[in-house]
């Protein structure tokens, strides 16, 4: 019996020893900024979903697209059924890596840039994406951080003729996430 004890307190603190390896968010935030001389289109989202493994280097994302906000509601139903089918396509994901995990210092207070590999998809389309991105440790808390350009028609959103001086090119994402210790 005593022998049962000592091996379930080990494994109970293997686990809790992994489980401080592992954040989460579900309020992450990710908006996008599309400028044109036209006009200046911006949406956000608060509901951001992302799990991050400081470990392995491991993160992912999980994004409903119908909780983008837009200053006006017609940009919003258009974002929706019109560009990016929220009802075909209700969730945008990204599956990937911080390159090189084990040089970062998870447990110093500070700030450090790293690079992230992974696949993203939208409306979808998967696309292998290489970004960079600033992690910030505070106070057991994690932030992470990245801006970075898309194109839409790179994952299948087309733009009509008739809208592309509205619409930019290339949108500019921005992705904010504050990450807490993940807890079962």
């Not at 379930?8 to 390896?21: P, R, V, Y």
């Not at 990710?30 to 993160?59: C, Y």
């Amino acid at each position: 019996m005593k022998r049962f004890s000592m091996l379930f307190c080990a494994i109970l603190a293997g686990f809790s020893l992994h489980a401080q390896d592992r954040y989460f968010t579900k309020t992450g935030h990710i908006d996008f900024f599309s400028s044109t001389p036209i006009e200046d289109i911006k949406a956000a989202n608060d509901q951001v979903t992302s799990f991050l493994d400081i470990r392995t280097g491991e993160m992912v994302f999980s994004v409903l697209m119908r909780s983008f906000t837009f200053d006006k509601a017609l940009m919003q139903e258009h974002f929706n059924e019109n560009y990016v089918e929220s009802d075909k396509f209700p969730k945008a994901s990204f599956e990937g890596k911080i390159m090189g995990p084990g040089k970062i210092q998870w447990d110093k207070p500070g700030a450090v840039t790293v690079t992230v590999k992974g696949k993203l998809t939208i409306h979808g389309v998967s696309r292998e994406i290489e970004e960079s991105g600033t992690f910030t440790v505070e106070a057991g808390k994690i932030s992470g951080k990245s801006v970075f350009k898309l194109k839409p028609e790179d994952y299948g959103i087309l733009i009509p003729q008739i809208m592309r001086k509205n619409i930019a090119e290339q949108m500019t994402i921005t992705v904010l996430m504050y990450y807490l210790p993940y807890k079962k």
